[in-house]
Nanobody, 126 residues
Framework: QVQLVESGGGLVQPGGSLTLSCATS???????????VGWFRQAPGRAREGIAC????????YYADSVKGRFTISRNNANNTAYLQMNDLRSDDTAVYYC????????????????WGRGTQVTVSS
């Protein structure tokens, strides 16, 4: 069974940067290139939010307004890994960040994704 594993979270000061990774494991035949990749986050007391999604074919990328211009989603299909580069981090970016995959995506919403990692904590604080 394919698993998604996020890494790269941690504590960072406001204005700082982090890069999250989403690696896949569990099935040698899995090909990330066949799936939409999404990054989501959930802050305490708030609903899970889709912040960046990317479909390689055709090339479509979605960003939530809250992260547009600061975050960049990318993927390396050769090593089945997705990334989220986060710059100019703010205190309201503090959340657990999840990666997920889907066969198809319209809106970068969580209900469209059926495979999820366990998440990695990002805390932005001075």
């Amino acid at each position: 069974q394919v698993q998604l594993v996020e890494s790269g979270g941690g504590l960072v000061q406001p204005g700082g940067s982090l890069t999250l990774s989403c690696a896949t494991s569990g099935f040698a035949g899995f090909a990330l290139k066949n799936y939409v990749v999404g990054w989501f986050r959930q802050a305490p007391g708030r609903a899970r939010e889709g912040i960046a999604c990317a479909d390689d074919t055709p090339h479509t990328i979605y960003y939530a307004d809250s992260v547009k211009g600061r975050f960049t989603i990318s993927r390396n299909n050769a090593n089945n890994t997705a990334y989220l580069q986060m710059n100019d981090l703010r205190s309201d970016d503090t959340a657990v960040y999840y990666c997920a995959t889907a066969v198809y995506m319209d809106y970068c919403r969580d209900y469209e994704f059926d495979r999820w990692g366990r998440g990695t904590q990002v805390t932005v604080s001075s």
